[in-house]
């Protein structure tokens, strides 16, 4: 088992983010974010290097100041890595598009409802309420949902690069453990990382990366090899998900199988030689 201590306990740094309601840190922390962005997006792509690590940072940052109450062990990893590399892979997808004010404004207008909705769902895995209430679930939805959109950019970005296969290997097998992990992690909610839970997020990671590998040496656009990956992603988690949570019943093995090879398909379909 993995054990992940507390960064830092400064109590009247807490207290003082305390006296601010937690609805409106989140706003506060969502507008910050999306201010950020926007200035970030006003200058090329060959200063992602310095925006990249600025834009992580600052959304680690600020989902500390927004979900600070009962941050413990495992969560200081796991509550943060959905939004964190949600913000990094958003960004640098903008760059797959036109600069101008008429994709500049609905970018951040997305970026911004997204944020917002992963600061609440971090907050309901932070607070671990039940599993049978409608509020677990709900935030798992939406989890899994931003888990998916992520994989996908990522993975749309790097084949739109064209780069060395190796690279998009590599690349997407990085993203995507500690995503596995986050995802995994979310289903008993434990403050302690399981053996279990890392072992399978490194099988899905290494399952991930030789799929992008083979993807890479395929004639498919870059959306569509991206879509490939992101649905392997989806079915190969969902399938460990719910066989990790005893809830994998042939119902479930064949509706995800049918999503996979439906994308297989699909994708075959594109090929031009």
Excluded: H
């Excluded at 200081?76 to 797959?96: A, D, E, R």
């Excluded at 500049?104 to 997204?114: D, H, K, N, T």
């Amino acid at each position: 088992m993995l054990k992940l201590k507390i960064p830092f306990d400064n109590n009247k740094l807490i207290n003082s983010f305390l006296k601010i309601e937690k609805r409106l840190r989140f706003v506060i922390s969502s507008l910050l974010l999306c201010a950020l962005m926007l200035f970030s997006t006003f200058f090329l792509f060959d200063k992602a290097w310095i925006f990249i690590p600025i834009l992580g940072l600052t959304a680690y940052i600020l989902i500390y100041f927004s979900i600070i109450e009962g941050i413990k062990k495992s969560e200081w990893l796991t509550l943060f890595i959905l939004p964190v590399f949600f913000t990094i892979s958003f960004y640098l997808f903008y760059f797959l598009f036109p600069v101008r004010w008429l994709t500049r404004l609905p970018f951040v207008v997305i970026y911004g409802v997204s944020i917002y909705a992963m600061f609440l769902t971090s907050n309901i895995l932070n607070v671990g309420v039940e599993k049978s209430l409608q509020l677990y679930r709900a935030a798992y939805s939406v989890n899994y949902f931003y888990q998916t959109v992520i994989v996908f950019l990522f993975s749309n970005i790097l084949f739109s690069f064209r780069i060395n296969y190796l690279v998009n290997a590599l690349g997407l097998g990085i993203v995507v453990l500690p995503m596995a992990i986050q995802l995994l992690w979310s289903i008993k909610l434990d403050l302690i990382l399981e053996r279990t839970v890392l072992l399978y997020s490194i099988l899905i990671s290494l399952i991930i990366a030789q799929i992008a590998l083979i993807a890479s040496f395929l004639p498919l656009a870059a959306s569509i090899s991206a879509l490939l990956v992101t649905a392997s992603y989806y079915c190969l988690s969902g399938l460990i998900n719910a066989y990790l949570d005893d809830r994998l019943f042939k119902q479930t093995i064949r509706e995800y199988l049918f999503v996979w090879l439906f994308v297989i398909i699909t994708a075959a379909l594109t090929i031009s030689f």
